[in-house]
Every structure is written in structure tokens, then in C-alpha cells.
């Protein structure tokens, strides 16, 4: 959306607010005559324009009739109206500071996304009960148990086979990946540029082994990756910061209702090795610190503890404090779980209770007529015409996304894994290690059992994008499982190698899952009616938060199909970027300057 700022900032031309063009600044019009405000504003077509105080009712009027759709303002000083237009939103900011500039534009923003969110699917007044689910990643299992609890019919297709009898390479991103999953309320973050004085990471430029995230080797990249690519690196610092108060709201809602499942199935979570808090450990004094006050912001700090009471309670990172590898850390709330543990009594609490699971059934293709309206699904089991369909397609799962907003959006980010003993460290919580400029940033160190029983550490860490395919360079993949390596030994230097289980999965060196992420690191949420009447659903890109936002899905998908609402329908939109940034309503409207600021 075209945005004019006229606050006089030394800040903004150094920040990277007006990259894009769409928000220009002119420190000179804030104070100028009306008609010459009103006459800048019109040309540029600008439907937004924070001022340092708010400006005179006739300029508002003439402002609404001549630029089309409605308008936005934010001031310092001044109160609305009861005479102002009817199609203006206005608000206050507290000054004219950068942050408080980037506050009245995430607030153009949220009120732009949920005005124009998109309208509730019609239903059939039968209100049909059958619901098919595509994927068993543990997103959709979850709501699969949702949807039991609320008397509908559900089937769940797949295209891996059963979960555990096959190679990791057969499964998806829940099968695949080890035993391990993590819940913390700063699980599913934002990795886009959130510094307002920032650049965009160069994180899919460089490979691997040069300090990136690019593991797909030496072919090109095609037309949606470079797209995607460029996407992510177009969010500005301002928005980035909106969206992840977004992401971290629906991750407060899914503890609520994790913990709400804990007391109301308790059988699910029993031999799961369910570990409550989290430990979150730093290599660097200034990251410790950093993430010390974003928690206590958050909310979401449980403990604060010194190095020496860390030694203390936890012998088992001695020698990585004596070393220097790790500064300093504090206990969140949070838990962990043995994920295939879960999933299999979650499939099989399923089963006991009518749910119908069929495995190794690829749906290959959405059909759609020329209307774009979906008429059916290219699969092996007949899928009823007028059944609610749930798709969690992962990453592999493109051809499920053609002809929909999400057509592209979702790719993939590999992380790997790797395992060690735990009788020696004997660690009682999960950790979360940061680790800035390392190829392994962010490793997650789950407290495990292997298929024996023994207590084993499950290393995961490393992010390497693969695209709109799961496919990855092995050399990028050797560059993470070093990086795993290195991590591993700095932590844990008095680490023997792990024994050898009975288990043969329990047995192997190095594996990857590939994640579905977006280039907005929101996740996807597009619902639509079927020309049978059902609902079509599409939920995906949690990047690392898939398990961890699962029970917030299940409550939208629930929402959409009792025709209610709920906020993830909008602000997971997967056009929500685009709609804001490109403006149809204002499109027409070419500007008359760049995008700079002039004074």
C-alpha cells in the first residue's frame, strides 16, 4: 500500500523502511499548506500517511473522495472526529521515532489485512460431516483428533507408507526426522530482517559451506525459487517484527490448547518422553543477553540462571562453560516429546475410534474446471464429492497447491540429525542452543530414548534450502552433518559415541527431514468451496513450528468448517504479503518521485 511519511526523521533514509517504494518520505510536507499535502497525496495515490499531527477535516474529506478505497492515518497529536470519513482509520502513535513509526505502519498494515481478509467459504445448510485429510505429518494428525472430538467422520490418506516400517528417506517431514519435537513459545520465529537499520540475509545466496543456507548444489534455480528468494528478502524490518508477533500469538493459543490436551488425554502422552522446560543455552555473551530481554518481553521466561548455577544443576555442560563454547542461559517454558512415539499412539487412538487411515495413497492432483473451481482429487481412493478435504501437502505436495493462492509458496529448509549417549550427561531438559555465524545457528537437543530404553541426546540443527523439491547436494548435507559434529563436540567434549541400539532405526549416522517454510516465515492457511459444496483446505509452511502450532491449525480448521472465524484465516492468508505491498486498489496510481527521502 503507497504510504507517505511526512514526520521528519534523520533515521528513516538509513533505515530499510522505504526500500521497496512503496513508502516515500517527505519531511517538508509536514507542515505544508493543505491543498499542497492534498495535492502530493493524490498523486501519489497513497492511501496511507503518518504525520506528526493529524491534519485538517476538509483535506481528510477531499482525501477519501479522490483516492479510492479506504484510508489510513497516523498521528502524533490530535483526536479523530466525529465528522471524519467514514472509510478513514485513524489512530495515534506515541512519537515521531523510528519504532513508533514502524508501529503506525504494522498497524496499516494488520487493519489492511483483516478488512480485507478473505470472506468465509459458503456451506451447504446440511452441514456435511466427512472429512478427508491429506498428509499424516503430525499437523494434520492433530487435526484429525480434532475433528473426531467434534463427531465428523475423518480419513486420513498418505503417500508414505505406514509410519516405521520403511527407510527415513520414505517419509515425510514428521517421519522422517528423529524422534524429537520441541515446544517453546519462540519455536516458529521470523527469519526475515527485523533489524530496522538491517539488510535482507543473505541466507539464499551462498551455499552451505560458505556461511548460507543454499544446499541445491550446482543446478539452477527455477522461476518460483528465485521468486521465493526474492520474496523473503523484500520484507522490510517493520513488517518482519509484525508478522512474528502474529506467529507468536498462534503459538501462545497452541499451548493453551496442548496443555488442555495433556488433561484430557493423558494416554496419548504416556512412553513419549514427554520433558517438561526447556533450557535455552548461548555461545555469545550479547546473544544471551538479546534473548534474555525478548523472553522476559515475551512473557516467556521461567528461570533466569548464572553460569555457575547452570554448572551447578546441570554437571553435564561443565566442560563446555570451562571452554568458553557456551556464556550463558536461562529455562523457558516449554516441553519436548519423542514425535514417532506420539504419532503412533496418536494414529492408533485414532483407528480404535473409527478414524480410516490409508497409507502409500498419493493424491497426485487437484482437479479444477475453468471456473478454477475444484471438482475432485486424483487418487487412489475415491475421495466422496462433497467431502471437506484437508491438505497438509509438506513440501512435496506442490501439485496440491496448482490453481490456489499457494501455488509456490511453500518450500523446503532441511535440517539434519544426528544422535549421542545421554548416561553420562545425564541431562533432565531439552536444550536450545544458539550459536551466531555457525553453520549449526540453532541446534535443538531433545532428551531421547532409544528402541532399548537407554537415554540418548537427538542433535537436530542446520538449515539448507532445497526448493520447490526435497532434494538436496551432498556436499551441502556433509557441510550441516559437520556443523552437527562441531556442535556436539563443544557441548559435550567428554561425549562418548553412542552404543549401538537393537533398534536398526536408532543406528544411523546422519539424516535430514525436509521443512515446509514460506518466504514470509508465516505459515499458509487458504480455505475454498468445492463445486460439490465441501470445503478445501490448505495449512503448511509452520517452517520449524509445525508440531509446535499443530493444536492452533486444528482450532482454524475447525473454525472454517463451522462457518466461523478465526484470526489465522486472515493473517496466514497466503497472499497477505502481496495484497499489502502491491494495493490493486491503488495500483493505477503511478508515483511521482522515488522511493526516498526528500527534504
Not at 182 to 206: I, K, S
Not at 227 to 249: H, K
Not at 365 to 391: K, L, M, N, Q
Amino acid at each position: 500500500m503507497k504510504t507517505i511519511i511526512t514526520t521528519p526523521s534523520s533515521e528513516l533514509a538509513y533505515s530499510d523502511f522505504l526500500r521497496d517504494g512503496n513508502i516515500v518520505h517527505f519531511p517538508d510536507l509536514d507542515t505544508a499548506p493543505a491543498d499542497e499535502l492534498l495535492c502530493e497525496v493524490t498523486a501519489h495515490g497513497a492511501r496511507g500517511l503518518i504525520m506528526s499531527r493529524r491534519p485538517p477535516e476538509a483535506f481528510l474529506r477531499h482525501w477519501c473522495r479522490r483516492v479510492p478505497g479506504t484510508t489510513y492515518l497516523s498521528y502524533v497529536t490530535g483526536t479523530p472526529s466525529r465528522s471524519a470519513p467514514r472509510d478513514l482509520v485513524e489512530f495515534n502513535h506515541p512519537d515521531g521515532g523510528l519504532a513508533s513509526i514502524a508501529t503506525a505502519l504494522s498497524g496499516f498494515e494488520r487493519r489492511f489485512t483483516l478488512q480485507h481478509a478473505p470472506a468465509q467459504p459458503g456451506l451447504p445448510a446440511t452441514g456435511c460431516r466427512e472429512t478427508v485429510l491429506i498428509g499424516a505429518g503430525v499437523v494434520n494428525l492433530v487435526t484429525a483428533l480434532y475433528l473426531w472430538r467434534e463427531g465428523y467422520r475423518v480419513t486420513v490418506l498418505d503417500r508414505s507408507p505406514a509410519p516405521g516400517g520403511e527407510h527415513w528417506r520414505r517419509y515425510g517431514c514428521t517421519h522422517a526426522g528423529d524422534d524429537a519435537r520441541m515446544f517453546t513459545f519462540t519455536e516458529m520465529d521470523g527469519y526475515n530482517n527485523q533489524d530496522f537499520h538491517g539488510r535482507p540475509p543473505a541466507h539464499f545466496r551462498l551455499p552451505v559451506d560458505h556461511g548460507g543456507w543454499l544446499a541445491t548444489g550446482d543446478r539452477p534455480l527455477s522461476a518460483p525459487e528465485r521468486a521465493w528468494i526474492e520474496e523473503f528478502e523484500r520484507v522490510p524490518s517493520w513488517l518482519a517484527r509484525a508478522y512474528n508477533q502474529d506467529i507468536f500469538a498462534f503459538t501462545a493459543e497452541a499451548f493453551h490448547e496442548w496443555t488442555a490436551l495433556r488433561q484430557e488425554h493423558p494416554g496419548l502422552f504416556e512412553d513419549v518422553v514427554l520433558t517438561d522446560g526447556v533450557l535455552r543455552l548461548y555461545a555469545d555473551p550479547d546473544h544471551h543477553r538479546a534473548a534474555l530481554a525478548r523472553h522476559r518481553a515475551l512473557g516467556a521466561l521461567a528461570r533466569e540462571l548464572t553460569p555457575g548455577q547452570l554448572v551447578q544443576e546441570f554437571p553435564g555442560l561443565t566442560g563446555a562453560f570451562e571452554t568458553g563454547a557456551l556464556a550463558g542461559g536461562f529455562l523457558v517454558p516449554g516441553f519436548t516429546v519423542g514425535v514417532h512415539r506420539f504419532t503412533r499412539r496418536l494414529v492408533t487412538f485414532l483407528r480404535e475410534r473409527g478414524v480410516v487411515f490409508h497409507w502409500d495413497t498419493p493424491v497426485r492432483w487437484v482437479r479444477r474446471d475453468g471456473t478454477g473451481a475444484v471438482t475432485g482429487f486424483d487418487c487412489p481412493v475415491p475421495v466422496p464429492a462433497d467431502a471437506h478435504v484437508v491438505a497438509s501437502p509438506g513440501v512435496d505436495g506442490q501439485a496440491l497447491l496448482m490453481g490456489s493462492p499457494c501455488e509456490g509458496r511453500i518450500q523446503g529448509v532441511l535440517g539434519g540429525w544426528m544422535r549421542i549417549g545421554n548416561e553420562h550427561t545425564r541431562l533432565p531438559h531439552s536444550l536450545k542452543v544458539g550459536r551466531r555465524g555457525h553453520v549449526t545457528e540453532d541446534a535443538n537437543v531433545t532428551v531421547a530414548r532409544d528402541g532399548d530404553g537407554r537415554p540418548t541426546l537427538i542433535v537436530g540443527s542446520g538449515y539448507g534450502y532445497t526448493g520447490v523439491g526435497t532434494d538436496a547436494d551432498e556436499a551441502q548435507l556433509d557441510a550441516i552433518r559437520l556443523g552437527i559434529i562441531d556442535t556436539i563436540e563443544r557441548l559435550f567434549p567428554d561425549q562418548a559415541h553412542r552404543s549401538a541400539s537393537s533398534r536398526p532405526a536408532d543406528n544411523y549416522d546422519f539424516k535430514y527431514c525436509v521443512r515446509p517454510w514460506t518466504a514470509t516465515s508465516l505459515g499458509v492457511y487458504h480455505a475454498e468451496t468445492t463445486a460439490h459444496g465441501g470445503l478445501f483446505v490448505i495449512n503448511g509452511g509452520h517452517n520449524t513450528g509445525g508440531f509446535a502450532q499443530a493444536p492452533a491449525v486444528a482450532r482454524a480448521v475447525l473454525a472454517s468448517l463451522g462457518d466461523q472465524p478465526h484470526p489465522m484465516h486472515a493473517l496466514y492468508h497466503p497472499e497477505r504479503f502481496t495484497a499489502f505491498m502491491t494495493d490493486a486498489a491503488s495500483a493505477g496510481t503511478a508515483p511521482r518521485a522515488p522511493a526516498a527521502s526528500r527534504s
